[in-house]
T-cell receptor, first 117, second 119 residues
Framework: AQTVTQSQPEMSVQEAETVTLSCTYD???????LFWYKQPPSRQMILVIR??????QNATENRFSVNFQKAAKSFSLKISDSQLGDAAMYFC??????????????FGTGTLLAVQP | NAGVMQNPRHLVRRRGQEARLRCSPM?????VYWYRQLPEEGLKFMVY????????ESGMPKERFSAEFPKEGPSILRIQQVVRGDSAAYFC?????????????????FGNGTRLTVT
Protein backbone atom coordinates (compact mmCIF):
# COMPACT_ATOMS: atom_id res chain seq x y z
CA ALA A 1 0.00 0.00 0.00
CA GLN A 2 1.12 3.52 -0.72
CA THR A 3 1.98 5.91 2.10
CA VAL A 4 2.76 9.63 2.24
CA THR A 5 4.83 11.18 5.01
CA GLN A 6 5.18 14.84 5.92
CA SER A 7 7.72 15.12 8.71
CA GLN A 8 7.26 18.83 9.44
CA PRO A 9 4.06 19.46 11.43
CA GLU A 10 4.71 23.22 11.42
CA MET A 11 6.90 25.66 9.52
CA SER A 12 7.35 29.39 9.62
CA VAL A 13 8.68 31.83 7.04
CA GLN A 14 9.17 35.58 6.82
CA GLU A 15 7.18 37.43 4.22
CA ALA A 16 9.08 37.62 0.89
CA GLU A 17 11.39 34.78 1.91
CA THR A 18 11.52 31.23 0.52
CA VAL A 19 10.39 28.11 2.34
CA THR A 20 10.54 24.41 1.45
CA LEU A 21 8.04 21.84 2.69
CA SER A 22 9.10 18.20 2.70
CA CYS A 23 7.22 15.13 1.57
CA THR A 24 8.29 11.54 1.10
CA TYR A 25 6.21 8.66 -0.13
CA ASP A 26 6.37 4.94 -0.58
CA UNK A 27 5.04 3.01 -3.56
CA UNK A 28 5.88 0.06 -5.74
CA UNK A 29 4.28 1.69 -8.79
CA UNK A 30 6.35 3.36 -11.49
CA UNK A 31 3.65 5.70 -12.80
CA UNK A 32 1.67 7.98 -10.51
CA UNK A 33 0.72 11.55 -9.70
CA LEU A 34 1.90 13.67 -6.82
CA PHE A 35 0.09 16.76 -5.59
CA TRP A 36 0.37 19.58 -3.14
CA TYR A 37 -2.91 20.91 -1.76
CA LYS A 38 -3.38 24.05 0.29
CA GLN A 39 -6.06 24.26 2.98
CA PRO A 40 -6.58 27.78 4.37
CA PRO A 41 -8.76 28.40 7.45
CA SER A 42 -11.80 28.42 5.17
CA ARG A 43 -11.22 24.64 4.88
CA GLN A 44 -11.34 24.68 1.10
CA MET A 45 -8.91 22.23 -0.53
CA ILE A 46 -7.00 24.11 -3.23
CA LEU A 47 -4.77 22.30 -5.69
CA VAL A 48 -1.41 24.09 -5.71
CA ILE A 49 0.69 21.97 -8.03
CA ARG A 50 0.77 18.57 -9.66
CA UNK A 51 3.57 16.34 -10.91
CA UNK A 52 3.37 13.28 -13.12
CA UNK A 53 6.02 10.75 -12.13
CA UNK A 54 6.96 9.99 -15.75
CA UNK A 55 7.94 13.62 -16.32
CA UNK A 56 11.51 14.38 -15.36
CA GLN A 57 11.00 18.13 -15.36
CA ASN A 58 9.91 19.60 -12.05
CA ALA A 59 6.49 21.26 -12.11
CA THR A 60 6.25 25.02 -11.57
CA GLU A 61 3.25 27.26 -10.95
CA ASN A 62 4.22 30.89 -10.49
CA ARG A 63 5.87 31.15 -7.05
CA PHE A 64 5.38 27.43 -6.35
CA SER A 65 7.76 24.77 -7.57
CA VAL A 66 8.61 21.23 -6.64
CA ASN A 67 11.78 19.22 -6.29
CA PHE A 68 10.79 15.74 -7.44
CA GLN A 69 13.35 13.04 -6.73
CA LYS A 70 11.80 9.82 -8.00
CA ALA A 71 14.56 7.47 -6.89
CA ALA A 72 14.51 8.94 -3.41
CA LYS A 73 10.70 9.08 -3.41
CA SER A 74 10.83 12.69 -2.34
CA PHE A 75 8.52 15.51 -3.43
CA SER A 76 9.22 18.85 -1.73
CA LEU A 77 7.36 22.10 -2.34
CA LYS A 78 9.21 25.39 -2.57
CA ILE A 79 7.34 28.63 -2.07
CA SER A 80 9.25 31.69 -3.23
CA ASP A 81 8.54 35.29 -2.23
CA SER A 82 6.15 34.10 0.49
CA GLN A 83 3.01 36.13 0.99
CA LEU A 84 0.67 36.43 3.94
CA GLY A 85 -1.99 34.65 1.92
CA ASP A 86 0.22 31.58 1.71
CA ALA A 87 -0.41 30.84 5.37
CA ALA A 88 -2.33 27.57 5.42
CA MET A 89 -2.08 23.85 5.99
CA TYR A 90 -0.29 22.14 3.11
CA PHE A 91 -0.95 18.52 2.22
CA CYS A 92 1.12 16.30 0.01
CA UNK A 93 -0.87 13.61 -1.81
CA UNK A 94 -0.31 10.59 -4.03
CA UNK A 95 -2.54 9.07 -6.66
CA UNK A 96 -2.02 6.20 -9.03
CA UNK A 97 -1.88 7.20 -12.70
CA UNK A 98 -4.38 4.73 -14.01
CA UNK A 99 -8.06 4.27 -13.29
CA UNK A 100 -9.58 1.45 -11.39
CA UNK A 101 -10.43 0.61 -7.86
CA UNK A 102 -7.19 1.94 -6.40
CA UNK A 103 -7.21 5.48 -7.77
CA UNK A 104 -7.99 7.29 -4.54
CA UNK A 105 -5.84 10.19 -3.29
CA UNK A 106 -3.63 9.33 -0.34
CA PHE A 107 -2.73 12.30 1.85
CA GLY A 108 0.06 13.07 4.24
CA THR A 109 -0.70 14.52 7.66
CA GLY A 110 0.00 18.08 6.61
CA THR A 111 2.38 20.94 7.39
CA LEU A 112 0.99 24.11 8.93
CA LEU A 113 2.76 27.08 7.37
CA ALA A 114 2.83 30.43 9.17
CA VAL A 115 3.96 33.55 7.32
CA GLN A 116 5.42 36.29 9.50
CA PRO A 117 5.02 39.91 8.35
CA ASN B 1 -19.40 25.86 -14.24
CA ALA B 2 -20.27 25.33 -10.59
CA GLY B 3 -17.76 23.43 -8.54
CA VAL B 4 -18.42 20.56 -6.19
CA MET B 5 -21.28 21.56 -3.91
CA GLN B 6 -21.60 20.18 -0.41
CA ASN B 7 -24.37 20.86 2.02
CA PRO B 8 -24.90 21.63 4.71
CA ARG B 9 -21.73 23.56 5.51
CA HIS B 10 -22.21 22.91 9.21
CA LEU B 11 -24.27 20.19 10.83
CA VAL B 12 -24.90 19.70 14.51
CA ARG B 13 -26.34 16.44 15.77
CA ARG B 14 -26.91 14.97 19.21
CA ARG B 15 -25.54 11.57 20.01
CA GLY B 16 -27.73 8.84 18.56
CA GLN B 17 -29.18 10.96 15.76
CA GLU B 18 -28.59 10.46 12.07
CA ALA B 19 -26.44 12.72 9.90
CA ARG B 20 -26.93 13.02 6.14
CA LEU B 21 -24.31 14.84 4.14
CA ARG B 22 -24.88 15.73 0.50
CA CYS B 23 -22.51 16.20 -2.39
CA SER B 24 -23.31 17.35 -5.91
CA PRO B 25 -20.33 16.72 -8.19
CA MET B 26 -19.16 19.05 -10.89
CA UNK B 27 -21.08 18.89 -14.13
CA UNK B 28 -19.87 15.99 -16.21
CA UNK B 29 -18.25 14.20 -13.28
CA UNK B 30 -19.53 10.72 -12.66
CA UNK B 31 -17.10 9.71 -9.91
CA VAL B 32 -17.36 10.81 -6.31
CA TYR B 33 -15.01 10.35 -3.36
CA TRP B 34 -15.67 10.99 0.31
CA TYR B 35 -12.91 11.90 2.75
CA ARG B 36 -12.94 12.55 6.49
CA GLN B 37 -10.67 15.00 8.25
CA LEU B 38 -10.46 14.60 12.01
CA PRO B 39 -9.19 17.59 14.03
CA GLU B 40 -5.46 18.18 13.54
CA GLU B 41 -5.20 15.37 10.98
CA GLY B 42 -5.01 14.92 7.23
CA LEU B 43 -7.78 13.71 4.98
CA LYS B 44 -8.53 10.01 5.13
CA PHE B 45 -10.23 8.22 2.26
CA MET B 46 -13.60 6.72 3.04
CA VAL B 47 -15.39 5.63 -0.13
CA TYR B 48 -15.29 5.94 -3.91
CA UNK B 49 -18.49 5.73 -5.92
CA UNK B 50 -19.73 6.11 -9.41
CA UNK B 51 -23.38 6.38 -10.34
CA UNK B 52 -25.30 3.52 -8.70
CA UNK B 53 -22.12 1.66 -7.83
CA UNK B 54 -19.64 1.56 -4.96
CA UNK B 55 -16.14 1.07 -6.36
CA UNK B 56 -14.05 1.11 -3.18
CA GLU B 57 -15.32 1.36 0.38
CA SER B 58 -12.15 0.24 2.08
CA GLY B 59 -12.02 3.37 4.24
CA MET B 60 -15.56 3.22 5.53
CA PRO B 61 -16.18 2.16 9.13
CA LYS B 62 -17.93 -1.19 9.15
CA GLU B 63 -20.95 -0.01 11.07
CA ARG B 64 -23.24 3.03 11.01
CA PHE B 65 -21.72 4.55 7.85
CA SER B 66 -23.12 4.18 4.35
CA ALA B 67 -22.84 6.04 1.06
CA GLU B 68 -24.76 6.14 -2.15
CA PHE B 69 -24.63 7.93 -5.48
CA PRO B 70 -27.96 7.41 -7.21
CA LYS B 71 -28.63 7.78 -10.90
CA GLU B 72 -30.34 11.09 -10.20
CA GLY B 73 -29.45 13.51 -7.43
CA PRO B 74 -26.48 14.06 -5.15
CA SER B 75 -24.26 11.57 -3.44
CA ILE B 76 -25.24 11.02 0.19
CA LEU B 77 -22.99 10.04 3.09
CA ARG B 78 -25.16 8.75 5.91
CA ILE B 79 -24.04 8.26 9.48
CA GLN B 80 -26.50 6.53 11.77
CA GLN B 81 -26.51 6.84 15.56
CA VAL B 82 -23.73 9.39 15.58
CA VAL B 83 -21.16 9.44 18.38
CA ARG B 84 -18.80 12.21 19.49
CA GLY B 85 -15.93 10.56 17.62
CA ASP B 86 -17.76 11.19 14.33
CA SER B 87 -17.19 14.93 14.76
CA ALA B 88 -15.03 15.90 11.82
CA ALA B 89 -14.98 17.70 8.48
CA TYR B 90 -16.27 15.53 5.67
CA PHE B 91 -15.08 16.37 2.18
CA CYS B 92 -16.44 15.26 -1.14
CA UNK B 93 -14.43 15.29 -4.35
CA UNK B 94 -15.41 14.47 -7.90
CA UNK B 95 -13.74 13.64 -11.16
CA UNK B 96 -14.66 12.55 -14.64
CA UNK B 97 -14.23 8.86 -15.37
CA UNK B 98 -10.73 7.61 -16.26
CA UNK B 99 -9.98 8.44 -19.88
CA UNK B 100 -8.23 7.02 -22.86
CA UNK B 101 -7.11 3.53 -23.64
CA UNK B 102 -4.80 3.55 -20.62
CA UNK B 103 -7.50 4.76 -18.24
CA UNK B 104 -5.73 7.89 -17.08
CA UNK B 105 -7.07 9.52 -13.94
CA UNK B 106 -8.17 13.14 -14.00
CA UNK B 107 -7.56 15.49 -11.06
CA UNK B 108 -10.04 15.53 -8.20
CA UNK B 109 -12.04 18.66 -7.47
CA PHE B 110 -12.98 19.16 -3.83
CA GLY B 111 -16.01 20.71 -2.23
CA ASN B 112 -15.73 23.00 0.79
CA GLY B 113 -16.64 20.25 3.20
CA THR B 114 -19.31 19.72 5.84
CA ARG B 115 -18.29 20.16 9.45
CA LEU B 116 -20.19 17.71 11.59
CA THR B 117 -20.36 18.38 15.32
CA VAL B 118 -21.85 15.76 17.59
CA THR B 119 -22.93 17.06 21.00
Amino acid sequence: AQTVTQSQPEMSVQEAETVTLSCTYDTSESDYYLFWYKQPPSRQMILVIRQEAYKQQNATENRFSVNFQKAAKSFSLKISDSQLGDAAMYFCAYRTLYGGATNKLIFGTGTLLAVQP
Amino acid sequence: NAGVMQNPRHLVRRRGQEARLRCSPMKGHSHVYWYRQLPEEGLKFMVYLQKENIIDESGMPKERFSAEFPKEGPSILRIQQVVRGDSAAYFCASSPPPRGSLNYNSPLHFGNGTRLTVT
